[in-house]
């Protein structure tokens, strides 16, 4: 009974009637108890209207659904399920990683400052886990640190966390167990202030950052590994990772948190920016210097706030060589060279005729590329009018910034509106826009 209930509050979700914030944990959403690691049926409703009370301007995460919650009294509830989740990261490409209710990145938490949150923390995975609140000032049996402030929550068990939180920024959650973060165990949480920050920002976007070693015709990681072939955005890589779409003349915030074993320079075309916050909450403005690319430590997180005033799809990234790229592996000389494509195409089309004979070739050529565009399979909304072809040359931590013209803003926007009515709730990605 419960899940029709939840499948008539989508429907009606999804239909713009409904307008409570009340809504249903991952239990009442028909999650498999067992461990065989179901993903609960996601109830991915229009999550705005959730945080329309107290948050004037909630985070999008693209490609990543918000934790619904419930008021308990004045306590708001939350319910996280560790489990083993099936990850699309580009289509073709499903693989077997840890996360949380059915996704890796977890769902964005999303709280103001001073709140009283509860987090029920359900474990479904086949061995200990803990989750951890990273940089948090909360009491110390409240930590989630394994074997110092708790003991591990067994398969099968729960721990309820329950605190009150004063501070304000980006900060994240995750598996306080060292190989389960490298299996994609972190979700954003993120803390508005009471006041909002001055400038306002008219969006504000959150992009979590991991990577992943998985060798060809595997479909789980290797978390001993140093070196990475799938890198992802909010658990995609490019060029599946969702645009952000803003409005030029907006001034935009876009929050990096990154947890893996490598730092990650992120890079935005077209725009200088200011980093407004890190890992710890927002900064002074005396220490706001202009910058293009920040660099995301591990275990970091930081905010970048600029004037898009530049119109132009433009590409944001990381700037080391091997995250932009999706699958990398030693295909890099001798044989390599004249290889048949995988999908059957011939070989290298567009290189010069006396390709074979320079050293060092091929680089690119097999990895990029008008062969590699799939513009086709990665319809969507915020995807509309890009340049032919464009699916080809990105890869990896990859995605774009499009800052459009009201005009195309507009048409945009109303896609995904469309889009919104059209699409079983089940499979919409993230489609909030709270600028209107
Ligand atoms: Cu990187």
Not at 9 to 15: E, K, Y
Not at 296 to 303: F, H, I, K, L, W
Request: hydrophobic share 35%; charged share 20%; proline share 9%.
């Amino acid at each position: 009974m419960s899940s029709r209930r939840g499948f008539l509050q989508t429907f009606l979700a999804g239909a713009g009637l409904f307008a409570s914030t009340e809504v249903f944990s991952a239990q009442e959403m028909n999650v498999s108890p067992g461990m065989q690691g179901t993903q609960p049926k996601r109830n991915r409703k229009n999550e705005a209207s959730d945080h329309a009370h107290g948050i004037p301007l909630p985070v999008q995460t693209p490609d990543i659904p918000d934790l619904p919650f419930r008021m308990d009294g004045n306590v708001k509830e939350f319910h996280l399920i560790a489990e083993p989740v099936k990850q699309q990261i580009v289509p073709g490409q499903v693989v077997d990683l840890w996360g949380y209710n059915g996704s890796a990145p977890g769902p964005t938490i999303q709280i103001t400052q001073g709140d009283r949150v509860r987090i029920i923390v359900d474990n479904h995975l086949p061995e200990p886990t803990a989750m951890h609140w990273h940089g948090f000032e909360v009491p110390y049996d409240m930590d989630g640190s394994p074997g110092a402030s708790q003991d591990p929550i067994a398969p099968g068990g729960r721990f309820v966390y329950e605190f009150t939180l004063n501070q304000q920024g980006t900060y994240f959650y995750h598996s306080h167990m060292a190989m389960q973060e490298m299996m994609g165990m972190i979700g954003a949480f993120i803390m508005h202030p009471r006041e909002t920050y001055k400038p306002r920002v008219a969006k504000d976007f959150v992009v979590v950052m991991q990577e992943y070693a998985i060798l060809p015709n595997n479909t789980v990681p290797n978390s001993m590994s140093m070196e990475f072939n799938w890198l992802t955005f909010n658990g995609k890589s490019g060029p599946a990772t969702t645009p952000l779409i803003v409005r030029q003349g907006d001034r935009i915030r876009i929050r990096l948190i990154n947890l893996g074993m490598d730092h990650h320079p992120i890079h935005l075309h077209g725009h200088q920016f200011v980093i407004t916050g890190t890992e710890a909450g927002r900064q002074p403005a005396s220490n706001w210097g202009p910058q293009n690319t920040a660099l995301v430590g591990v275990a970091q997180a930081r905010d970048l706030e600029f004037e898009a005033n530049n119109p132009g799809d433009w590409m944001m990234h990381c700037h080391m060589p091997h995250h932009m790229m999706n699958h990398m592996s030693s295909n890099v000389g001798p044989l390599s060279r004249g290889l048949e494509m995988p999908h059957g195409g011939v070989a290298m089309p567009d290189v010069s005729k006396n390709a074979n004979s320079v050293p060092g070739f091929p680089q690119d050529a097999l990895m990029e590329g008008p062969m590699m565009a799939m513009d086709k399979m990665m319809e969507k909304p915020e995807n509309y009018g890009l340049r032919p072809g464009w699916s080809g040359f990105m890869a990896g931590m990859m995605t774009f910034v499009r800052v459009l013209p009201p005009g195309k803003y507009d048409e945009i926007m109303e896609l995904r509106e469309k889009q919104r009515d059209k699409r079983p709730a089940s499979d919409m990605p993230e489609m909030k826009d709270s600028h209107e």
